[in-house]
Structures are given as structure tokens and as C-alpha cells.
């Protein structure tokens, strides 16, 4: 691909007096967008294939972004959420709710990464366990600009944790009993 820039200059007669332009390749700059569709497929299918989907909060207009697998992984469509963080909570299970939202508000505040581990309330009553790290970037001036994030759903892992507890107990029991 080349972009071509030229000036000219005719006489009163308006015969050309001087054609001056440049040539320049901007092959790189045409690719880009096919470059980085084919990056945002890759992602989305690794983010599929791992069960992670990550988040943008932009701290001016409070605009969230979820990424595709986030909508899946909290069983929501695009189209029925409105994307404010106040629509995130209410997905969260009650219980964890406000755990949730402090280890947020705090990590702003502190300017620190955060991790929590917190339940999901399905709509037809299934608990989901979700695994969410975030960070915030900042201005000169030390105002939070954006906070980004993952999700992982971990719902197994926290099940099988779940189910080898209690085998435990039951063992410990067994052993009592003897």
C-alpha cells in the first residue's frame, strides 16, 4: 500500500510551473486491523479454553467493559446488562457483596493489586465460585484513571475442595469411632 502527497503550482496561464510529492509504503498501518482482529479471536479463544475473561472499569465515565467470556462465565447476554459496576455487584452473590467491593475500594485507595475469591448468585440459585484479580493505573497527579481485572470461574476446583472436606470429616469421624 503507498499514500501519495503532491502540491503543484501553475503560472497565471495555468501551465504546471512545478509538481512536488512523496510516496510513502503504509502497508503496516493497513494490516493493523487485521492484525489485531486476529489477536482480540486468539484471546478470546484462550480466555474460552482457560475460563478467564477480563474487565475494564474507565473511573471518569464509569463505563465498564466485559470481555466475551465474562458474560459468559456470569451467564449474562450482552444485551440485558448495563455495563456499570453497580450491575457487576448484583451478580455477585449477597453475602459477598460488600467483601467484594471493599477489596476493590481499597486497592484503589492503597494503589495495589487485589485477588479475592467470591460466589456468583445464578439466576436460578446455582452458586458459582469466581476467582478475580484487578489492578488500577493512575494519573501524574496519583487520580485513578482505569481499573482492569480478570475472572476466572473456579467453581470445580472450589467443589472438589468442597467434597475432600468433608471426606476428611467423615474420616476423622471413622477414626473417632474406632
Known amino acids: 500500500w503507498l499514500e501519495a502527497r503532491g502540491q503543484a503550482a501553475w503560472d497565471n496561464k495555468g501551465t504546471p510551473v512545478y509538481f512536488a510529492g512523496h510516496l510513502r509504503d503504509i502497508h503496516e498501518r493497513k494490516q493493523a486491523p487485521s492484525a489485531l482482529s486476529t489477536f482480540e479471536d486468539r484471546l478470546n479463544e484462550v480466555q474460552e479454553l482457560v475460563n478467564v475473561g477480563d474487565w475494564e472499569l474507565n473511573l471518569i465515565t464509569k463505563e465498564l467493559h466485559w470481555s466475551p467470556q465474562i458474560f459468559s462465565i456470569f451467564e449474562i447476554d450482552p444485551k440485558d446488562f448495563e455495563a456499570r459496576s453497580e450491575s457487576f455487584l448484583k451478580a455477585v452473590h449477597p453475602e ?5 467491593h471493599q477489596t476493590y475500594l481499597d486497592s484503589v485507595k492503597n494503589r495495589n493489586a487485589y485477588e479475592i475469591i467470591h460466589r456468583l448468585l445464578m439466576r436460578d440459585g446455582r452458586i458459582k465460585y469466581v476467582e478475580e484479580h484487578g489492578y488500577t493505573i493512575y494519573d501524574s497527579k496519583g487520580s485513578p ?4 481485572g480478570t475472572v476466572q470461574d473456579i467453581t470445580e476446583r472450589e467443589e472438589a475442595k468442597q467434597k475432600l472436606h468433608q471426606l476428611n470429616e467423615k474420616l ?3 477414626v473417632e469411632a474406632r
Open 96 to 100: 459477598d457483596r460488600d467483601a467484594v
Open 145 to 148: 484513571l482505569r481499573s482492569y
Open 172 to 174: 476423622e469421624t471413622l
